[in-house]
């Protein structure tokens, strides 16, 4: 058969617009489907990446609050008890207000107990331990004898309705490493299903598992607590890891659902704390869902570009190309921490499912970041309930100076703005004042609460209340910089103040303005020892101390706040000046 002379031009048009629009064009749209579809698979990964690590975190940071708090109730056991917890001594009104106070302070705490080295205690709480918790104390009472912490396993207590999973936490009380006994709490794990029921949102599932692998809690009820996980392949890695897992671990594997054997897409999150692991999977069909939806469009996209001609081709490449650029400058955006924007594309094809599915994942990295410091800020409500108790328990002890830690604090922090410090350091002021007294809980009753002048021996007692508030804090890290503000706020520029005898800029700014507010409150309150003075006259009285006791830049400051009428005070009846001399010296 013989070829035509000539060859009809729009055939010719029509081979090269298909060679040179539509062929390329087609390359090209597969591609952009193979990247996407990676791009998918990964941000599914990421997804359940950011689920487990963020319940990790979660759980994480509940741990090592509440330990915290432990160690601060241990320290706070101590010097209420003055070391003595035997017989009797650790069954007192005292010791019974600290665990209340504790449990109190935070919801997830269903029990506490404080037991001596005889296993005798005392206890608080909303529930009564059964043989379980009593089973699991006997393990936390060996561990602090040991002088270990102890974390206990997941237990389901109550029935019906009441019923809950709880598990123990305890920690040892010890003197110079002696062991006198063991604090331990029953925490309400209810947060924890909580959390994973909202992380469980689609076909994705979410439980946490421990370290051999039996479950402690899941979103839903197809598992029970304390039940063999590990024939789930992932739970079975993460046990097999041991103290190796440390890092979060995604991976594909099988699994038998029913009598069949089912692909799944799965992550692993470690509790390093608790040796604990959250995890998420899914099955692939539905993970990928959106990638075969997508290969699937791509394909008869293609087709339809081929027969409609390389002008619809253009217009197709031009609808892909800018919804694959706004796709990436939101990426961008996301990666630097902005999770405000969203894709807005109006489109069927395979890029609307994209943009969709990125949206969605957006929202999802939005709300977790949230629930992050939602926590946080929950964990520093814990944290500061915890100061709010102890400054409480000193104030109690001594009727006189009840509410004197709250004045304190409130004229520290009206002192420290009109000196135009930072919002950290005024945070630092705040919570030293709050403390500043808390070595007073250590002090006799019949020292702090006498009704008149002391004695010198026992106002050498009184002045140790400064060294022994320092070291009930130094073992909380937390509370490092609030050292200085608690032990040297009777310091005084001269050199004549305790517990060091320090002079002019040896003494820190912080205890510097404490102490003027704390003079300030003690000359202006009824006390055994004074009457309250006219607040006029107190300002006068630490002007003239000014160079020798007083720092003269927080004496203007306060004279300042005082003009201004800052600080709202009842007036009282003016008193002699040698017994406003007493007093400055003995604040």
Known sequence: MSLPKRIPLQYLISGVLVLVGVVPLYFYGTQVVSINRDRLKVNEQLLQNTVTKSLGDDIEHRQVTLQTSLGNLSAAVLVASGGDLKGDHVNTPELRALLESFISSADILD?????????????????????????????????????????????????????????????????????????????????????????SQGDLETFVVDHQGRLIAGADNHYATGQEMTGNQLVKNFVEQGQHSRLVATSEFTALRGNKTVLMLGTYSPVPSL????????????????????????????????????????????????????LTKSSRAIAHGDFSQRVK??????????????????????????????AAEENRALFLSSIQMLAGAVDEKDPYTRGHSDRVTRYSVILAKELALSSEEIEIIRISAQLHDVGKIGIEDRILKKPGALTPDEYEIMKTHTTKGASI?????????????????????????????????????????????????????????QAAMDPEYVVRIIHSLVNTKFDPRIVTALTTVFERGDFRIR?????????????????
């Not at 331990?184 to 299903?193: A, K, N, P, S």
Request: with cysteine; net charge negative; aromatic share 6%.
């Open 571 to 587: 007036r009282a009846a003016a008193v002699a000046a040698p017994q406003a001399q007493a007093v400055t010296e003995s604040v």
């Open 345 to 374: 594309v109006s489109s069927r094809t395979e890029i609307g499912e994209l943009a969709e599915t990125f949206n969605s994942m957006t929202s999802d990295l939005e709300r977790f970041v949230f629930d992050l410091k939602r």
């Open 473 to 529: 804090l130094r073992p909380v890290e937390m509370l490092k910089e609030m050292i200085p503000g608690i032990e040297l706020h009777h310091e005084s520029l001269d050199g004549r103040g305790y517990p060091h005898g320090l002079k002019g800029d040896e003494i820190p700014l912080i205890p510097r303005i404490i102490m003027v507010a704390d003079c300030f409150d003690a000359m202006t309150t009824n006390r055994p020892y």
């Open 275 to 326: 040796e604990w692991a959250v995890i998420a999977q899914k099955t692939q069909a539905d993970a990928y869902q959106s990638v075969n939806e997508m290969q699937h469009t791509a394909q008869v996209f293609a087709l339809l570009a081929i027969a409609l001609s390389i002008s619809f081709g253009i217009f197709a490449a031009r609808r892909i190309a800018t919804p694959l650029q706004t």
């Open 111 to 199: 029990y506490a107990t404080l037991l001596n080295d005889e296993g005798k205690g005392v206890s608080a709480g909303r529930i009564a331990p059964d043989a379980f918790i009593q089973r699991e104390l006997e393990h936390a009472f060996a561990a602090a004898r040991d002088g270990r912490a102890y974390n206990g396993q997941a237990l389901t207590v109550g029935s019906g309705k009441d019923q809950r999973t709880t598990m123990l936490v305890s920690t040892p009380v010890m003197s110079n490493k002696h062991f006198l006994g063991m604090i331990g709490v029953v925490v309400d794990l209810q947060y924890l299903i909580n959390s994973l029921k909202v992380a």
